[in-house]
């Protein structure tokens, strides 16, 4: 009976050291499992945001030549004296643009004219490429610059300045917003006439 302890002993000590070795590997798989699981939700956790890098609208491009047709064949009929070029790539004229005709820059991709420095002139021409779906808040914009040039009727030696202001036209044509003020001496009939087809691109 003696003899037979030793090896009982032995025995259980090889079951438990075999015990132990299957424990280990069923924790170790469970490590490498959740690992996996780990790495696979941060793919997929990162995939959404080159999904939106990749769907951000592009930039909306600068109709240059449209802008400088237009503005080219409504100063035929209106020229204006001494202008002060309204460009979207002058910094001056983006203050112009901003701070006197009163128009937010965001709502636009760019922009084309001239506007008289003559006090007792009110020549201008301008014409504006509206972002997508902003070409009405340009025009009211427009509007009420329009509508400021004819509040104050107290200065006597500007009533044909302010005249002509008053007669100014406001034309919108798909993204493109166009505003004309007539020169003195010029016809607002022949204005008409031009902003018929400068627009039509």
Not at 66 to 80: H, K, R, Y
Request: glycine residues 4%; charged residues 20%.
């Amino acid at each position: 009976m003696k003899k037979l302890i030793p090896f009982v002993l032995c025995a259980a000590m090889l079951l438990a050291g075999c015990g132990n070795t299957a424990s280990s590997e069923t924790t170790s798989s469970e490590a490498s499992s959740v690992a996996s699981e780990s790495a696979a939700t941060s793919e997929e956790t990162t995939e959404p945001a080159a999904d939106s890098t990749a769907s951000e609208a592009p930039a909306e491009e600068a109709q240059t030549a449209n802008l400088e047709s237009a503005v080219a064949a409504l100063e035929e009929v209106n020229p204006i004296t001494n202008p002060l070029p309204l460009d979207d790539n002058d910094e001056d004229s983006q203050f112009l643009v901003e701070n006197t005709l009163m128009l937010t820059l965001d709502n636009l991709v760019a922009y084309r004219g001239d506007i008289t420095n003559n006090l007792s002139d009110s020549g201008l021409v301008f014409v504006a490429q509206a972002k997508e779906g902003k070409a009405a808040d340009v025009e009211a914009e427009l509007q009420a610059y329009k509508d400021s040039l004819t509040a104050n009727d107290m200065y006597a030696e500007y009533a044909d300045k302010m005249a002509m202001a008053q007669d100014a036209r406001i034309v919108t044509s798909g993204n493109y917003v166009a505003i004309v003020i007539a020169s003195i001496g010029s016809d607002y009939g022949a204005i008409d006439a031009a902003l018929e087809t400068a627009l039509a691109f």
